[in-house]
């Protein structure tokens, strides 16, 4: 049986993102409809401070914000730096260029096509999930995570 192999890009802007940003690039790449799964890479912004005097205040960061992908609500939990994305086909990767050439027009992006993601389950990834019953979610687990937190899966074909 012959895996199937799915392209991968990684857009890289040349500042983070505000919300606001971010949002707006990933409702429009989100409706081109080959998205099988996403990552938003950056800096982590803590909910509570966690060093000096003012530890365990909550961090009012203006870049922490619940933002609307695809019909579906998120907190983000980083600085949005990174995207990178796993699409059904390669055909769509002009057209993401496209709608990134329309939201970053005042800086500067990379869009790369490479492997950013797992593909395949090591021993490390059966040893701490067990049997994955959704394969998308396969390098999708945050290892520095303190509880549960939901990567953004876009529903679409398993």
Do not use: W
Not at 20 to 31: D, G, S
Not at 74 to 101: H, K, S, W, Y
């Amino acid at each position: 049986m012959t895996e199937a192999i799915f392209p991968q890009i990684r857009i890289m802007p040349a500042r983070f993102l505000f919300p606001e940003t971010a949002e707006r690039l990933l409702n429009a790449i989100c409706k081109v409809g080959v998205v099988r799964r996403m990552v938003l890479n950056g800096p982590r912004l803590p909910a509570t401070v966690t060093e000096g005097p003012g530890r365990g205040l909550p961090n009012p960061h203006p870049g922490r914000k619940v933002i609307h992908v695809s019909g579906e609500e998120f907190e983000l939990q980083v600085q949005v730096g990174t995207i990178i994305l796993e699409l059904e086909n390669a055909d769509a990767i002009p057209t993401i260029r496209q709608m990134c050439d329309e939201v970053f027009q005042n800086f500067s992006y990379t869009l790369q096509e490479g492997k950013f993601m797992k593909s395949q389950m090591t021993v490390s990834d059966y040893a701490k999930y067990g049997v994955l019953e959704d394969e998308r979610m396969l390098g999708m687990a945050d290892p520095k995570a303190k509880g549960s937190r939901c990567p953004i899966i876009i529903q679409g074909t398993k």
